[in-house]
């Protein structure tokens, strides 16, 4: 079955670090997300991609960044990891327009 | 941009009654309104969502309702049980490709 995952599912990271966390959808879709959770803020939108080599930034993109070389995977990266970027990271995909956005699993990181 | 505000941001209620979780968003050309699901540890997940061409769609005992005029749409769950539990979250789109924003979500509890 076509489905998208997320690794790792849980890390513990140093301040300072670089961190990545791993997107890989198996629908061919076009248009990828990455949303940080974090208690009484919802799902945030970090960047965003509407196909290859296409990356935008959303609401909380600070210290954040995204590459975008082929269809089915859009890893994050967090150059420098910060106690703030605590959080549990979703990526999410949908085919376009307004069709479902299906997340992944979810990552929880903890920068220590 | 966009801008979705969702109350309460906790709700509790006895089981087999009525639940409703309001949302307001800012952008008149928003045209996609969905509302997801996410259970304790779990990925979010659609369970309705209701376009700007339709005032009200109902699937089993939920239902959405959408007030273009007021820019408020809302969801109901009638006779609520315990796996009603969850943190429901509503979001916005607005015409073409942009990404869906969401609100800050709303925990319910059901009490059997």
């Known amino acids: 079955d076509a489905e998208i995952t997320q690794s790792p599912r849980h890390k513990i990271t140093e301040t300072g670090r670089q961190v990545t966390l791993a997107c890989h959808q198996t629908w061919n879709h076009n248009n990828m997300f990455w949303y940080r959770q974090d208690l009484g803020h919802g799902l945030r939108l970090i960047h965003y991609s509407y196909g290859v080599q296409d990356t935008n930034k959303g609401e909380v993109s600070d210290g954040y960044s995204v590459s975008r070389s082929n269809t089915e995977d859009l890893p994050l990266t967090l150059e420098s990891a910060a106690s703030s970027q605590t959080s549990v990271y979703f990526c999410?995909?949908?085919?376009?327009?307004?069709?479902?956005?299906?997340f992944g699993e979810g990552s929880r990181l903890t920068v220590l | 941009g966009e801008n979705v505000e969702q109350h309460p941001s906790t709700l509790s209620v006895q089981e087999g009654d009525s639940a409703v979780i309001k949302c307001t968003y800012s952008d008149s050309a928003s045209n996609y309104f969905p509302w997801y699901k996410q259970e304790l540890g779990k990925r979010p997940q659609l369970i309705i969502d209701i376009r700007s061409n339709v005032g009200e769609k109902k699937d089993q005992r939920i239902a959405v309702t959408l007030n273009k005029t007021a820019k408020h749409f809302s969801l109901h769950i009638t006779e609520t049980q315990p796996e009603d539990s969850a943190v429901y979250f509503c979001a916005a789109r607005n015409s073409g490709n942009t990404p869906l924003v969401f609100g800050k979500g709303t925990r319910l509890s059901v009490i059997a």
């Open positions: 999410a995909s949908t085919p376009g327009g307004t069709g479902e956005l299906f």
